[in-house]
Antibody, heavy 121, light 112 residues
Framework: EVQLVESGGGLVQPGRSLKVSCTAS????????MSWVRQAPGTGLQWVAH????????SYVDSVKGRFTISRDNAKNSMYLQMNSLTVEDTALYYC??????????????WGQGVLVTVSS | QSVLTQPPSVSGAPGQRVTISCTGS?????????VNWYQQFPGTAPKLLIY???YRPSGVPDRFSGSKSGMSASLAITGLQAEDEAEYYC????????????FGGGTKLTVL
């Protein structure tokens, strides 16, 4: 059974940093692109970042470029999102998702339960 | 403001057929990029419902179907059931700016 479990969320002040993690099981983690998708309270979904199977390629939504860094450790079946210079607009539930399809045809076939990141003073 | 436009809400009685539209532009659906659909119940993670315009993952009932034409896509649900009451999101790729995978704003389906 495919499982994605996020961790590391919490309350952080504006301008500070936070790193969230996603641990995968039940599938060959190193064979899949992985993604982060976020959902601000009471709103819709927003793709945040992708990372290639071996970590050699990464993409970000414009609003987080230069502030967020996606990474992975295939030996630990884990993916990470380092978030720096956080703003209140980054407050959201962050989902880890497995990506299927290539390039522009990508979609998200499995999702974790999400981890809450709250940015507030 | 989402790049893909969905109606905020739709409703239907049990047994009826409802459709949810997803309207894009020449930089996403109109550029022939594929559309995917997700179902989300309150307090839970989204679930893939339709991928690559019209394919259903294993376990998704055939009451759910997807289609795409021009700059729009649609999700149709036939034989509406109370358990279908949820939020539905479309998703595609947008080639404007630096490119991004984008979602619609979501549609709340109410079963009357």
């Amino acid at each position: 059974e495919v499982q994605l479990v996020e961790s590391g969320g919490g309350l952080v002040q504006p301008g500070r940093s936070l790193k969230v993690s996603c641990t995968a099981s039940g599938f060959g983690f190193s064979s899949y692109w992985m993604s982060w998708v976020r959902q601000a309270p009471g709103t819709g979904l927003q793709w945040v970042a992708h990372i290639k199977e071996d970590g050699s390629a990464k993409s970000y939504v414009d609003s987080v470029k230069g502030r967020f860094t996606i990474s992975r450790d295939n030996a630990k079946n884990s993916m990470y999102l380092q978030m720096n210079s956080l703003t209140v607009e980054d407050t959201a539930l962050y989902y880890c998702a497995r990506r299927q399809g290539s390039g522009s045809s990508a979609y998200f076939d499995y999702w974790g339960q999400g981890v809450l990141v709250t940015v507030s003073s | 403001q989402s790049v893909l436009t969905q109606p905020p809400s739709v409703s239907g009685a049990p047994g009826q057929r409802v459709t949810i539209s997803c309207t894009g532009s020449s930089s996403n659906i109109g550029a022939s990029y594929d559309v995917n659909w997700y179902q989300q119940f309150p307090g839970t993670a989204p679930k893939l419902l339709i991928y690559v315009n019209r394919y259903r993952p294993s376990g998704v009932p055939d009451r759910f179907s997807g289609s795409k034409s021009g700059m729009s896509a649609s999700l149709a649900i036939t034989g509406l059931q109370a358990e279908d009451e949820a939020e539905y999101y479309c998703q595609s790729y947008d080639s404007s700016l630096s490119g991004s995978w984008v979602f619609g704003g979501g549609t709340k389906l109410t079963v009357l």
